[in-house]
Structures are given as structure tokens and as C-alpha cells.
């Protein structure tokens, strides 16, 4: 079903502006009056003026066109500053709102939809609709004023003239619906198309896609990729640059046939007598400000219904839902003592494949508890469950007994911190990569995160220390300097909760004590989830949590769970000896 065009919503987006616009409105008039005064002139230079010889009134209103040429010019410069100025404003309003939404926006919304598609509605569309809301409104009441000063004048000058001059008009408006309706599909098309293009550049020009395309050797693949959808992008926007031209080609040929018809008539009613030739001349000069407008009117029609398309994409995201969870309101806990519980968890991101079925466990606070499983047995899942990045769909996580659902998002938040195997850096300094955890830090204290995640030396040694770029995601950095840089930036936060997922990837020795050293001041005094995948912390977890096919199948110290003799014996004997002792054959290298 076609959605109706949101005029009222679009029309909201002018409000904070009504100041500007009333002025806006004010000059438009002045300057559709202002331009009145040249035509009249020239009546009456030709019908009174010339005709008694007088060059006093020559130049009187010679005089006058100019002053009003000049009066009209500086009321243009004020009516464009204005211009700009609202135009701006809505579209710096509007994305900004939409990249608060985002902000707001579901993790499941980022997995699902493509960087590149994002940053094109976010940059380009946004920009694309600033010449509409500036250009729109005015030429609309821009050409309506003119069109009626101009339609009470020629009325007053001569009406059978004047019938004659509008009787073409509609000949140029008729033809408008279908152009502007062709006008918004393929604008459709190709804002889509940009997207495509946008999303290519987001992934092949990344660090992590050029390097693969490098080790792949994928360039002449990626080239013919790009080449046919910028091939397909050119034919969209050329299409798009023709539609309405043979509708604008009849309506250029109207404002050149409508002056010749009223000539027709004027002649021949000079002729007569019945009117005089300043008259019939200062008709065809207004006319321009008859025709000019109509056509101008009916091009707005077709770039505001090629704007819908745009506007409809923004609004598409703005209408998005945000987080289910309480983003603002709900319980709010200052500081939380730490205790975590999974009350029959069952979890889903699509239908009918459940990532977590009936999970159940108490976690105290200050407890250390290590999650192991094989892979895709739903160990992330559980941590992204504690700071609510998703809903469960049945039974409840809790922080302290409440439900996390119930609590207010920045309180809950506040008190989890998270370190990712992927560690995330903005291309900022280090400083402020760890101020990003908290911004009032003093220098102290950004000093004594940085020390007891054994990276603050490593800082000191580099030339510029601490003010040193870290590069895009912080890839100047290896990959044990960058996580002990996120322990840091945990430690500043300073969380009673933390989630924490163990590097798989094999680390020098050096580098993995350096890292196993920053855990411990990092789980001091706060209830830690860990997804383990060494032994060394596996077996220094007060609890061991076994998760197999979402399921928590077992639960205890490492020597009960080996008593046991289940899938956590089964899994220490396969995979966590034999990588102990790979990696000790590693450190021997
Ligand atoms: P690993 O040790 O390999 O990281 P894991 O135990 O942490 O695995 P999860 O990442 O929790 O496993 O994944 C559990 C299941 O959910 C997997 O089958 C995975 O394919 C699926 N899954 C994970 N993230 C998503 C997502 N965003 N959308 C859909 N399915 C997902």
C-alpha cells in the first residue's frame, strides 16, 4: 500500500525557523512589488513621457527603474542569507536527530544493515534535501506573489489581453503529474544505488577489507564490482537529468509563444485604437513575470515529488524503533553491588533458532565466572544479554534483582564495562581514547589505569607518549598494546560489572603475561563474566559455567567439573591441554 506523502511532517521540520520565514515572506513581497515598478516605467515612458517630449520624465522613470533594480538586489542578498540560513539549520536539525537515533537504535539493526547504506542517508541524503527546503518554499511563494501582483496589473492594463495571456498557462501546468511522479521513482533508484556504492567503499576501503583484498589478490575483481555499479549508478543519474526535459522543452516553448500570441491580439488592437503600443509593450514584458513563474511553479512540483523519495528514506529510519529497553525512565541504581542472574533465559535473534534455551544461574557479586563451550554455543550471547544490547524473549537477566528491561539503559550501562577480542580505538591520541571512559579523569588517575594494565610504559617510550595517534581502529598498534589500552579504558570507567572476552588468538609470551598481569587488577573487586580460552584463567575463575547448544549444561570449580567427568572433563582433556601445551611449546620457540 502507498504511503501517504507526510506534508504536515515535512512542514514540522520549517517550525523553529517561523521567524525567518515570516521575514523570508516579508522581502519575497517587497521584492514581487519592487519588480512591478521597471514595467510600469516603460509604459509610461512610451505612452507619456517620449510622446510629450519632456526628458525630465525621461529621466525620472529612468530613475525609478534603476533605484528599484538596486532596491530589489539588496533585498535578494538579505532574502538569500535568510535562505541559507534556514536551509542549514533544518538539514544540520535533521541529522542530527537521525544519528541520535541511531544512537538509540538496537544492536540488531547494525548487524542487519550495511555501514556504507547508513552513511549515505546519514551525509548524502540529508544533503540532497537541503536545496529542496531552501529552494522549495521560497520559489514557491516567490512565483505565487509574483504571479498575482502581475495578474491584478495586467487585469487593470487590459483584461481581453489579459484572458488571452492566461489561457496558455494551463497548457504548461497539465503535463506535470506524471514527470514528477517518473521523477520520484528513479530518484528512489538511485539514492539506492548510492547506497550500494557507498557500502562497496565502506567495505573494500576499510583497513580489514583492503588488507583482505590485498591477500587475495582481489583488486581486478573489486574494480570490475565497482565499475558495473558505478555503470549502473551513471544510467540512473542520467536518466534522471532527463526526466521532464521534453516537458521542459514545451514549457520554454510557451514562454516564447505566449509574448508572439499576445502580440497577435495587440497589434491588431493597436490597430484599432482600442489600446496603445506602450500598453501592448509593457504586456509582453510582463508576461515574463507570468510565464517565468508558471514554469518555475511546475518545475517545484517536480523536484519536491523527487525529493519525497529522499525524505521518505529519512523518515523510514527516524520511525525505526529504539532499544526496547528502558532508555530513559526506569530504574536508576547509582552503583550497583554486582550480582548478576539469568532467570530461564530463552533467547533468539531470528525465528526458530534459538541461540539460548532456558538458562538459569546466579552470579554473586565480586564472583568470578569463566564461560566455556565450544564455539557458537551462545557464551557471547549470555554477556550481551547483561547490558541489554538485546531482549530476551522469555524470562528475565537481572542486575541486583532488577530486571535489566525495567532499569533505566545509562545507569545500567554505567556499571558494566566490556574488553572485546576486538578492540575498538577512535583515530584520536591515546589520551583520548582513554578519556572516552570518563572525560574528567585527572592525569593521575588516567596514569594509574594505564600502570596497572601494564601499558603506560609502552606509552612513555613512544615519541609523542600519550598525545600519540593510535590510527584508524587504532591498527598503529598490536593487537595485545591495543587490548591492554581497552583494560585501561575499562579501569578508568571503573565498573562494578565486567565483561571480558579472552583473545583466542595466540599472543607472544611476552605480550600474553603482559595481558594476563592486567586481568588482575581488572577483575579485582567486580563480578566478572569472562568467555575464557585460556586455562591459566579458566582455572583461576571461582566458577566454571559449560555452555553447549545454548544451554547451560554444567556448572562448578574446575575440579568438581573434572570429577564430574561430562562435557567440561571431555573439553579440558581435548582442547584446553593440548593448547597449553602448543603455546608451551610456543613459548620454548
Ligand atoms: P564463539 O566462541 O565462537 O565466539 P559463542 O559461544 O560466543 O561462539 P555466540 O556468538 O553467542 O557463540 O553465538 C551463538 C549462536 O547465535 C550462533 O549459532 C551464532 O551463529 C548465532 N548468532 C550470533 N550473533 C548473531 C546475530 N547477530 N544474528 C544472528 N545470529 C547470531
Known sequence: MKKPVEWKRIASLFHPYWKQEVQVFAMIFLGALLGLIPPLCTLRLIDTAIPQNNFGSVCFYVGGMIAAALLAGLVGVYQGYLNSLVGEGIVRDIRSSLVSHLH?????????????????????????????????????????FMITTTLVTVFVLNWKLALLSIGIIPFMIFP???????????????RQKRDEIEALTQETLSISGITLIKSFVREPYEHDRFFNVGTDLMKLEISLAMVGRWFMMLIAAMVTIGPAAVWLLGGWLAIQKTVTIGIVVTFTTLLNRLYG??????????????????????FEYLDMPEERCKSDGGAELAQVAGKVEFKHVQFSYSENRPALKDVSFVIEPGEMVAFVGPSGAGKTT???LVPCFYNTQE????????????????????NIGIVTQETYLFHDTIENNLRYARADATDEELFG??????????????????????????????GGERQRLAIARVLL????ILILDEATSALDSVNEALIQQAFVPLMQGRTSLVIAHRLSTILSADRIFVIEHGELVEGGTHSELIALDGVYANLYRQQFRERESESALLRLD
Open 104 to 144: 538509540r537504535m538496537p544492536l540488531d539493526f547494525f548487524t542487519s544493515t550495511k555501514t556504507g547504506e547508513i552513511m549515505n542517508r546519514v551525509s548524502s541524503d540529508v544533503d540532497s534535501i537541503d536545496n529542496v527546503v531552501t529552494g522549495t518554499m521560497v520559489t514557491v511563494v516567490t512565483n505565487v
Open 293 to 314: 513563474p508558471a514554469s518555475a511553479l511546475a518545475g517545484v512540483q517536480v523536484q519536491v515529488v523527487g525529493a519525497l523519495a529522499v525524505f521518505e528514506r529519512i
Open 395 to 414: 524470562g528475565a537477566v537481572l542486575v541486583d534483582d532488577h530486571d535489566v528491561k525495567e532499569m533505566n539503559l545509562h545507569s545500567l550501562r554505567s
Open 382 to 384: 549470555i554477556t550481551q
Open 176 to 190: 506535470i503529474w506524471p514527470v514528477g511522479r517518473k521523477m520520484y521513482e528513479v530518484r528512489k533508484k538511485t
Open 493 to 496: 570507567k571503573n565498573p562494578k
Open 449 to 478: 589505569a594505564a600502570k596497572a594494565a601494564n601499558i603506560h610504559d609502552f606509552i612513555v617510550s613512544l615519541p609523542e607518549g600519550y598525545k600519540t595517534i593510535v590510527g584508524e581502529r587504532g591498527h598503529k598498534l598490536s
